[in-house]
């Protein structure tokens, strides 16, 4: 049975980090795409970020460039968020998914290309 757990969220100031951590059971998160996605009360679900198989890419959507940067831990079959620099408007329920076929593209996969999602972790940027 695959799980994911998203972990990490929290209230913080504008301009500070926080570390998101998405675990993975049931399946080997280095073999897949992996991503990170956040949604908003009225909003469509947005792509944040997104690695590929084996690492071979990574990808950031404009407005979290420079500030995010997405990694895994093979040993912990993890993948991290870190963001740093937070803004209000990062504000959302962020959540990771994996695929399972093999993704070696540069562009991100489409949201219906994932297979499993996590639960979501509430980032709330606020001063």
């Known amino acids: 049975q695959v799980q994911l757990v998203d972990s990490g969220g929290g209230l913080v100031q504008p301009g500070g980090s926080l570390r998101l951590s998405c675990a993975g059971s049931?399946?080997?998160?280095?073999?897949?795409?992996v991503g990170w996605f956040r949604q908003v009360p009225g909003k469509e679900r947005e792509g944040v970020s997104f690695i590929s198989s084996n690492d071979l890419f990574t990808y950031y959507e404009n407005s979290v460039k420079g500030r995010f940067t997405i990694s895994r831990d093979n040993a912990k079959n993890a993948v991290y968020l870190q963001m740093n620099n937070l803004k209000p408007e990062d504000t959302a329920v962020y959540y990771c998914a994996v695929g399972t076929v093999a993704y070696y593209s540069e562009l991100p996969p489409l949201p219906n290309e994932y297979d499993y999602w996590g639960q979501g972790t509430q980032v709330t940027v606020s001063s």
């Open positions: 049931g399946v080997t998160l280095v073999l897949y795409a």
